[in-house]
T-cell receptor, first 113, second 114 residues
């Protein structure tokens, strides 16, 4: 069956541009997570959705980061006025319920020049 | 807060060697523990997990035992293969209102040479 998909796979942005990263979770999965993985590091939690409700956004590094999941399926992570330190791989994961195994997408590699 | 410390890499072994990748954790509650693997060019995949003390997770010849007394979850394999070359991440989740967000270690790059 289809896994978690993310688009685009690669994104190059000039400093100051806005970007939008999309995540399509596994159909029927209630929980959705976003993580940020800097080069050579482990993923770090950004935000969590249960259906359309954003229950935890404690990991978002600044108010330039915004995530939504309006219909409880597809999610978008938006970064406004990108900075060089935003360069990273952004991972999306979904699970049937919060306590179940998280399935990860391939990630979007964002490079800010 | 929660944290995971794992053995720094890179680790290079010959085929059929014994593998141990150390992982220790700090958590406020009763976490579940995981090993994820990232093969070259692929996304993160769950390798194994354990949800309570003394549980042993196993998959594809890999094993790890949840040791509460030493707060450890070391990954072992008796005889590694070239196809095991990947980056391995130790992680924990500590339920907070049902949010099973994962806290990861920095990863250990493993290379197996024939």
């Amino acid at each position: 069956g289809a896994g978690v998909s993310q688009s685009p796979r690669y994104k190059v942005a000039k400093r100051g541009q806005d970007v939008a990263l999309r995540c399509d979770p596994i159909s029927g999965h209630v929980s959705l997570f976003w993580y940020q993985q800097a080069l050579g590091q482990g993923p770090e939690f950004l935000t969590y959705f249960q259906n359309e409700a954003q229950l935890d956004k404690s990991g978002l590094p600044s108010d330039r980061f915004f995530a939504e999941r309006p219909e409880g399926s597809v999610s978008t992570l938006k970064i406004q006025r990108t900075q060089q330190e935003d360069s990273a791989v952004y991972l999306c994961a979904s699970s049937y319920q919060g306590r179940d195994t998280q399935y990860f997408g391939p990630g979007t590699r964002l490079t800010v020049l | 807060g929660n944290s995971v410390t794992q053995m720094e890499g890179p680790v290079t072994l010959s085929e059929e060697a014994f593998l141990t990748i150390n992982c220790t954790y700090t958590a406020t509650g009763y976490p579940s523990l995981f090993w994820y693997v990232q093969y070259p060019g692929e996304g993160l995949q769950l390798l194994l997990k354990a949800t309570k003390a003394d549980d042993k997770g196993s998959n594809k010849g890999f094993e790890a035992t949840y040791r509460k007394e030493t707060t450890s979850f070391h990954l072992e394999k008796g005889s590694v293969q070239v196809s095991d070359s990947a980056v391995y991440f130790c992680a924990l989740s500590d339920s907070n209102f049902g949010n099973e967000k994962l806290t990861f270690g920095t990863g250990t790059r493993l290379t197996i040479i024939p």
